[in-house]
């Protein structure tokens, strides 16, 4: 019997029409109540598609998955795919240990040793939280005195995740792209002076500092996700006048416009990290392709217009799937 907590919109959807469809035993569990792990006691498997921008979620949801995969469950996501989810500091350590090709990246716990940093290093340099998605919490910095106030901020006030202005700028740009309505816009608007409810419940971003070198010249990144020995790959563009792929909305998902150098990476890689399923986002230096964060959650629409999957043997299988069936095959 798998457990599985539901969540409309998210992997869960697919999952319990999997169980449906081949009679396999499920019980839907709430893991936001205390006797959750009570809940799941018959269970041989849980599963939860926990999400970065739930304050609730980002709370316990890897501390519930790690206690129940200690105990001999199999769990999705487990400690290997989701440890570092949501978290660019836990991934910087994570892929300089296992030697990835990764765009370099600094990180700072005192204003002192950031700042003498910033006199012997070169700019731009790419500023970021170490959560957030969509690009939400990720600039570009062309100064010395710029990121000297950015490190100034982070000892002090500290950060808001997804800020106020961040978020009107996103929605009048998708306003003007005929993507969103004017009714986020003025949402946007009320965001300048009401913070989401993430934002407030989850507090500022200090104490630390992170940057990345800035690779320049990318007009898109490469987004290969690996589930067991299969990969797919979509391209990103980034939005105009922007170095900014991610949440932009711009997809490409044909064949020849992926680059299977980058898939194979992504395999080799992911047989140091094991992830049960994950997302490798590249840029290029030059034509060399660097790792700039590595996600296990991905939106559950994005990806259904993929012509085809690569399996580890590097053969392309052009037909439809469906990401959360191999999830789901996996825990079986
Ligand atoms: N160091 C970098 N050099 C060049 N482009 C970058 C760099 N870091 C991020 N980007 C671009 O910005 C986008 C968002 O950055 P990312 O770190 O992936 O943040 P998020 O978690 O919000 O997706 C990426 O999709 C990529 O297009
Ligand atoms: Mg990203």
């Not at 992997?11 to 009679?23: G, L, M, Q, T």
């Not at 939400?136 to 808001?160: M, Q, T």
């Not at 009320?190 to 070198?213: A, C, N």
């Not at 299988?317 to 079986?332: G, V």
Request: proline share 4%; net charge positive; glycine share 6%.
């Amino acid at each position: 019997m798998i457990a599985i907590h539901h969540t409309p919109n998210s992997f869960s959807v697919r999952w319990i029409a999997y169980c449906k469809e081949h009679n396999i035993p499920y019980k839907i569990v709430n893991a936001y109540d205390t006797d959750i792990v009570e809940q799941v006691s018959g269970c041989t498997a849980f599963m939860w598609h926990h999400h970065h921008a739930n304050y609730k979620d980002v709370l316990f949801a890897k501390q519930l998955l790690y206690s129940l995969q200690e105990t001999g469950k199999k769990v999705f996501p487990d400690f290997n795919t989701t440890w570092h989810f949501d978290d660019k500091v836990g991934q910087k350590y994570l892929l300089e240990a296992i030697e990835a090709p990764v765009v370099p990246s600094y990180v700072f716990y005192s204003k002192n040793d950031a700042l003498d940093w910033i006199e012997t290093t070169v700019f731009p340099k790419v500023f970021k939280l170490r959560g957030g998605a969509g690009s939400f919490n990720v600039r570009l910095v062309y100064s010395k005195s710029e990121a000297r106030h950015l490190v100034n901020k982070a000892f002090r006030r500290g950060f808001l995740q997804n800020s106020g202005s961040v978020y009107i700028k996103e929605a009048y740009r998708n306003y003007c792209l005929r993507k969103g309505s004017f009714m986020n816009v003025l949402k946007g608007f009320i965001r300048l002076f009401v913070p989401t409810v993430y934002s407030r419940m989850h507090g500022r971003e200090k104490g630390y500092v992170y940057f990345q070198d800035f690779v320049p010249n990318n007009l898109y990144d490469i987004r290969v996700i690996i589930i067991a020995n299969k990969a797919f790959s979509i391209k990103r563009l980034c939005r105009k006048d922007d170095f900014r792929a991610s949440g932009s909305g711009y997809i490409v998902y044909e064949k020849n416009e992926q680059d299977e150098c980058c898939v194979q990476i992504a395999f080799e890689v992911n047989k140091r990290i094991h992830s049960q399923c994950i997302a490798y986002d590249f840029v290029y230096r030059n034509s060399e392709p660097l790792i700039v964060e590595i996600s296990y959650g991905f939106s559950m629409y994005g990806y259904d217009k993929c012509p085809g999957y690569w399996t580890d043997d590097m053969q392309w299988h052009e037909e439809p799937f469906t990401p959360q069936d191999w999830m789901i095959e996996q825990i079986l």
